[in-house]
């Protein structure tokens, strides 16, 4: 190629490049030029903007609402956990008996509620909420509770501060000075002024129970993080119910209080002396009696005497009843130390009281009935101390080894049943110096001492080692209240919603001794159930009762002279059960049983022996009606006289150990 052509070639490729460059250089301005695509949005309607505004304003005020409120709840807890240890102290005081320094803890739980008060109800927007509303209105329901709580506080405190140191408590009350029977007519005295408060407690106590009932549980769930919540809320319903009953049924007691201690006027006692060592279906043989009176709390004793005795002045012939006649054959007539075959202490009461009554020399305007036996003897004796009675030695509560009893129970058994070979005057006379004696040094009691008393007095109460029958109305209701009647035909009506027939089974056993001896204070038996879930309306039980007879025989030989405690024992047996109970089968009695209905229940009916150092075992299979298929229900009646019974209940398999020392409610699941 020669040198021109080269040019040329050169020329137009250099042309070439710088035309690519150009439209290379065009083509970048053309992309650059080209317009940017617009994002693709939806246009939002007013409606929808209003809602989306709305929901944002409602999850903005729900947070705020939420923290508000787990604020105000924070500072609720905070003082709930300041007031928690003063009611821890407040309940230490009570369970201590420190009854001077409760007003100041009332006073600073009462503070710590109104500051709870004032913080829950900054939460009262809630109260206008239509769901929300009737939990907050339940929780100032809880408030008003707490109000009357504290006002049955402050007037049940201020009421018991002057007497203190008269009931036992810790401190000294405003009747200081002079002794105890000057502080006892005081009180005594005093009673009517406190009937008011006595009046505004059992408002305030049927308020609570008015406001708690208001509570609808069944809004409540079962359980909130596991926590029981509406179970908790049907209790505490339950509680107030049975506080506000037991109150109540404590008031016309408060109210008879003063009758029955002679403030008003002076009242006449018949006080019958029960020997339980020889047992009888009211708690014991009617052994002594005594007429004691009472004037604004202080006893006199008018008379005392044997019971054979008084039978001696007893002229009229009764046959004898045929439920006893066919076991106690030694008898012909109906003698008035028989007279309290009724297990139910009103109904023999008002049998003995009918023909006592037409002994000549005895008094007629009797104000009431009140039996003892040995056990309030023997624990009286155990807080008091030794007693001296003129004409018949010393008597305390220590243990003799010749019965393992106490000596008081030995000494009243020589000096009232041991023979002699001389005749001995008015041998069960003893009663009414005893008790004056006892009732001389209680007055000079240690007032540190009365608790032990007081809880004397309650256990033989509850026991029936103690039991009272009033003619005034009024006050034999009030002894039936609190149980010291000994009643079993009528019992109290409870809170449980229990009803034989339908989820109550009832059992009662009931031990006459006829044979002479004093052998149930060698005696003692324990019981076991069986009991089978109901089928058709009916359960079937098995009762196991093994008496044990725990010394060997004494001589019982008249010609002998010596002391017979212990010997055969004759026992007539009832068991008392549910009206319409049927008997199956009855295995341990030497007759064949006998079945029928007396004032509302089903008895069984038999008889067997105890002989010294033997046992004895009763077992009776029978049904029950029953309609309620879950829950179990039995009452248990203690018979007056004896001493704690041993009671195994086996419920379709389950086993519990229970013990019979007052009457027993007993509840489990088939």
């Given at each position: 190629?020669?040198?021109?052509q080269?040019?040329i ?12 460059q ?5 083509l ?6 080209e317009p ?7 246009p ?12 944002l ?7 705020s609402v ?11 807890k ?11 102290e407040?309940?230490?005081l009570?369970?201590s ?9 009332i006073?600073q ?6 500051k709870?008060?004032?913080?829950y109800?900054k ?7 239509p769901?929300?509303g009737n939990?907050?209105?339940?929780g100032?329901?809880?408030?008003e ?11 049940g ?27 006892i ?10 009937q ?8 305030e ?10 509570i ?8 909130i ?9 049907i ?7 049975l ?14 209080l ?5 403030a008003?006027?002076a009242q ?19 052994t ?7 004037d ?5 004793s ?15 012939k009764?046959a ?14 109906y ?16 049998e ?5 009554i ?5 008094p ?5 009935i009140i ?7 023997s ?25 393992d ?12 049943t ?12 003893v009663?009414?110096?005893l ?20 809880n ?5 109460i509850e ?6 029958y009033f ?6 209701k009030a002894?039936e ?18 009803q ?15 044979g002479?001896?004093k ?17 058709d ?18 001589n019982c ?18 068991i008392y059960l549910p009206?319409?109970?049927e ?5 341990g ?9 007396e ?10 022996n ?11 299979s ?11 229900n039995?009452?248990?009646w ?15 398999g ?13 509840s489990?699941?088939?």
């Amino acid at each position: 190629m020669d040198i021109e052509q080269e040019q040329i070639l050169n020329k137009f490729s250099h042309t070439a490049d710088k035309y690519a460059q150009e439209d290379s250089s065009l083509l970048e301005q053309e992309i650059q030029a080209e317009p940017k695509k617009k994002k693709l949005r939806l246009p939002l309607k007013p409606w929808q903007k209003r809602l989306f505004i709305s929901l944002l304003v409602i999850l903005a005020l729900f947070v705020s609402v939420a923290s508000y409120t787990a604020f105000i709840i924070r500072d609720i807890k905070k003082e709930i956990d300041l007031a928690t240890p003063i009611a821890f102290e407040a309940k230490t005081l009570l369970a201590s008996q420190n009854i001077m320094a409760l007003p100041e803890k009332i006073f600073q739980l009462k503070s710590s509620k109104e500051k709870i008060q004032g913080k829950y109800q900054k939460l009262a927007f809630y109260g206008k909420l239509p769901f929300l509303g009737n939990y907050y209105k339940d929780g100032q329901k809880l408030f008003e509770v707490a109000d009357h709580g504290f006002n049955i506080a402050e007037k049940g405190t201020t009421a018991l501060i002057p007497y203190v140191d008269l009931l036992g408590f810790q401190g000294e009350g405003t009747f200081t000075g002079g002794t105890t029977q000057d502080r006892i007519v005081l009180i005594l005295e005093t009673l009517k002024e406190i009937q008011p408060t006595i009046d505004e407690i059992d408002s305030e106590t049927k308020t609570i129970v008015s406001i708690v009932n208001s509570i609808n549980v069944n809004r409540y769930p079962e359980k909130i993080a596991g926590k029981e919540i509406r179970s908790q809320l049907i209790s505490a319903q339950k509680t107030a119910s049975l506080f506000s009953q037991t109150f109540s049924d404590y008031k016309p007691v408060i109210a008879s209080l003063g009758k029955m201690a002679g403030a008003e006027e002076a009242q006449k006692y018949l006080v019958l002396f029960q020997n339980d060592n020889e047992l009888r279906p009211t708690g014991g043989f009617l052994t002594a009696y005594a007429i004691i009176n009472i004037d604004k709390g202080v006893v006199t004793s008018e008379k005392s005497d044997d019971i054979y005795e008084l039978d001696q002045k007893f002229t009229k012939k009764i046959a004898i009843p045929e439920v006893l006649g066919k076991y106690l054959t030694t008898e012909k007539y109906y003698h008035l130390r028989d007279m309290n075959i009724s297990p139910d202490f009103k109904t023999s009461m008002e049998e003995f009281y009918s023909n006592y009554i037409t002994v000549r020399g005895e008094p007629d305007d009797i104000d009431g009935i009140i039996a003892v036996d040995t056990y309030v003897l023997s624990e009286l004796l155990r807080v008091i101390g030794p007693i001296e009675v003129a004409g018949y030695g010393t008597f305390s509560a220590e243990n003799n080894i010749k019965c393992d009893c106490p000596q008081v129970v030995y000494a009243l058994s020589e000096i009232i049943t041991k023979p002699t070979p001389y005749l001995r005057e008015d041998r069960k006379g003893v009663l009414g110096p005893l008790m004056k004696s006892i009732l001389a040094k209680t007055y000079d009691l240690d007032k540190a001492r009365f608790p032990e008393l007081f809880n004397v007095a309650m256990t033989s109460i509850e026991g029936r080692h103690v039991q009272m029958y009033f003619m005034d109305e009024n006050t034999q209701k009030a002894a039936e209240q609190i149980n010291a009647a000994g009643r079993m035909y009528e019992l109290k009506n409870n809170l449980k919603g229990w009803q034989m027939g339908e989820n109550m089974d009832f059992l009662a056993i009931v031990d006459a001794n006829l044979g002479g001896a004093k052998s149930n204070l060698f005696t003692n038996y324990e019981v076991k159930q069986t009991v089978a879930a109901p089928i058709d309306g009916r359960l079937e039980k098995t009762v196991e009762i093994t008496y044990k007879n725990t010394r060997k025989a004494d001589n019982c030989n008249l010609e002998a002279g010596l002391l017979c405690l212990n010997s055969t024992l004759n026992d007539w047996l009832r068991i008392y059960l549910p009206q319409g109970s049927e008997l199956i089968e009855i295995q341990g009695i030497s007759n064949e049983a006998s079945v029928y209905e007396e004032a509302g229940l089903t008895v069984i009916d038999g008889y067997f022996n105890l002989e010294p150092m033997g046992l004895a075992k009763i077992k009776l299979s029978y049904s029950v009606p029953y309609t309620d298929t879950v829950n179990y229900n039995l009452k248990m009646w203690k018979q007056g006289g004896i001493d704690a019974v041993p009671v195994l209940m086996d419920v379709t398999g389950g086993e519990e150990q229970l013990t019979l020392d007052k009457d027993l409610d007993y509840s489990t699941i088939f």
